[in-house]
């Protein structure tokens, strides 16, 4: 269902603030035209956190729209409040996405069994599937592989975006999920590692990007052939590393602006423009890898 790259896409805006429409299709089509197998809609990566709901609904709907049912979308409807989230889902249901991913809730810090009877609320208010999403460097709450293998036993709940970069902890889910519940990695830096040792996918940040590379690196991988993996996965590299000097996503704005994807890498507050020297960082891996700069 969810296996492959998966793009974590990122929200065009206008100088003034106001969601870029005509970027969006722009980038959705750069995706569809490059093999993309699908795309998160207003997840972290699509400025979520400042999105109100009226506008995130409508970024999902017309990205659905603009991708014309060629790849599959994902809604970000996560929230660190249960009921939020699951309003937003149930107002999400009926735009033609796929399934929604749905994020450890941020800064109240549940127990493991708060994230249960969260996830499972919010499971039970929809007939879709939902991936979970762990990434404690953000969230600082950490969903452990037991608290996952509990919540796999739901129907509507099908997978995991594991942005942890843990390998180990990759291992301890393996062996507690069912085989059929997918695992697709959250952080780019570790994603071919996390695809040769049985991941499905990955929701990637570099796909922005490098969206045919990544694709092939995980059709490589699913066909068994790590070495290529790898060898695609080192000729992005410096992306996987480059994109987080600050935070993101920043840096994949500013790249997508000067590959002229997009008209403006504006974000909203408390998100702004990157500093000189991170323009000239992620600039130098732009020419290093070949990538035209515009302007």
Same mark, same amino acid.
């Given at each position: ?54 506008? #995130? *609904? ?15 979308? *994902? ?23 796929? @399934? ?53 036993? #739901?129907?509507?709940? %099908? ?17 507690? %999920? ?21 991941? #499905? ?8 990007? %490098? ?24 000729? %992005? ?57 515009? @302007?």
């Amino acid at each position: 269902m969810f296996k492959g790259s998966f793009v974590a896409l990122v929200t065009p805006m206008n100088p003034d603030g106001e969601v870029d429409y005509v970027g969006l299709k722009k980038l959705v089509e750069f995706h569809v035209e490059n093999g993309t197998h699908g795309l998160v809609s207003v997840g972290t990566t699509g400025e979520s956190a400042t999105l109100p709901f009226e506008e #995130h *609904i409508e970024v999902v709907k017309k990205t659905v729209e603009y991708a014309k049912n060629a790849i599959p979308v *994902i809604a970000g409807s996560g929230a660190n409040s249960t009921s939020e989230a699951i309003f937003l889902s149930k107002q999400l249901a009926n735009t033609g996405i796929a @399934g929604f991913l749905s994020v450890v809730p941020y800064y109240n810090k549940p127990q493991q069994k708060g994230m249960v009877a969260h996830f499972e609320a919010i499971a039970d208010a929809t007939d879709l599937p939902v991936l979970l999403y762990n990434v404690p460097g953000r969230t600082v709450a950490d969903m452990l592989p037991e608290t996952v293998a509990e919540l796999a036993k #739901h129907k509507n709940i %099908v997978g995991l975006k594991d942005a942890t970069g843990d390998m180990e902890r990759l291992k301890q889910t393996q062996a507690l %999920v069912p085989d059929d519940f997918l695992l697709l990695s959250g952080d780019d830096l570790t994603s071919c590692e996390f695809l040769c040792n049985g991941g #499905h996918g990955v929701i990637s940040v570099t796909a922005n990007i %490098v969206p045919a590379e990544m694709a092939k690196m995980c059709e490589s991988a699913a066909a068994g052939d790590f070495a290529e993996a790898k060898r695609i996965d080192q000729s %992005v590299a410096a992306f996987h590393e480059a994109l987080f000097i600050e935070p993101n996503p920043v840096l994949p704005k500013w790249v997508l602006y000067k590959m002229g994807l997009i008209d403006s890498a504006f974000l909203r507050l408390p998100l702004i423009l990157p500093e000189l020297q991170s323009k000239k960082v992620i600039e130098d891996v732009m020419r290093a890898t070949g990538i035209t700069i515009n @302007g």
